[in-house]
């Protein structure tokens, strides 16, 4: 059974750029979160979605926004980068609601310039 | 709100050496999950144990073990006989409901890097 993917892997942007980020669960899951891991914060949660439905929110503005699609594939937004929005950026995949498990993709690195 | 600590940001044994890595953590729910995950040099978190909050057998598997004591709020991880292969960053989580029940997130400690040396 394929994991969790994430594209692209690594992300290069300039300050005000926005950037798009895709996350592809495993097979049959339903539940995609996403996290921001930086040296300072440590892993954040962004937010979740289940069914199509954002169901879960952290504490970011609300440039970072997401989405995800009737396959449960999932994208992720942030509009007018800024340097601090240089993170890796992580999508995770659960089969049920309770989040019992998640299993988590490589990540997407990106850089803002 | 839940919270999540690990006080030890980094440790560095020699290998073969055991080493326990620590987890505190904070809810007000009786209803809980308690995770650890490994996050070696490539970056992808690997899930390694889930344990709920009514459950407080102690739990091994291979080299790991799970110590789960309510009265003192910790989920302590051991890992006998360390390798090389066991540097990573390891994470403790919590995962409480909210919203009436049917909404669950995920806190993450702030991790502990852990180096096995040769």
């Known amino acids: 059974k394929a994991g969790v993917t994430q594209t692209p892997r690594y992300l290069i942007k300039t300050r005000g750029q926005q950037v798009t980020l895709s996350c592809s669960p495993i097979s049959g899951h339903r539940s995609v979160s996403w996290y921001q891991q930086t040296p300072g914060q440590g892993l954040q949660f962004l937010f979740e979605y289940f069914s199509e439905t954002q169901r879960n929110k952290g504490n970011f503005p609300g440039r970072f926004s997401g989405r995800q699609f009737s396959n449960s594939r999932s994208e992720m937004n942030v509009s007018t980068l800024e340097l601090g929005d240089s993170a890796l950026y992580l999508c995770a995949s659960s089969l049920d609601r309770e989040l019992y498990e998640q299993y988590f993709g490589p990540g997407t690195r990106l850089t803002v310039t | 709100a839940q919270k999540v600590t690990q006080a030890q940001t980094e440790i560095s044994v020699v290998e073969k050496e055991d080493v326990t890595l620590d987890c505190v953590y904070e809810t007000r729910d009786t209803t809980y999950y308690l995770f650890w995950y490994k996050q070696p040099p490539s970056g992808e978190l690997v899930f390694l144990i889930r344990?709920?909050?009514?459950?407080?057998q102690n739990e091994i598997s291979g080299r790991y073990s799970w110590n789960f004591q309510k009265s003192t709020s910790s989920f302590n991880f051991t890992i006998t006989a360390s390798q090389v292969v066991d540097s990573a960053v390891y994470f403790c989580?919590?995962?409480?409901?909210f919203g009436g029940g049917s909404n669950y997130k995920l806190t993450f400690g702030k991790g502990t890097l852990l180096t096995v040396n040769p």
């Open positions: 989580a919590l995962s409480e409901a």
């Open positions: 344990r709920n909050s009514f459950d407080e």
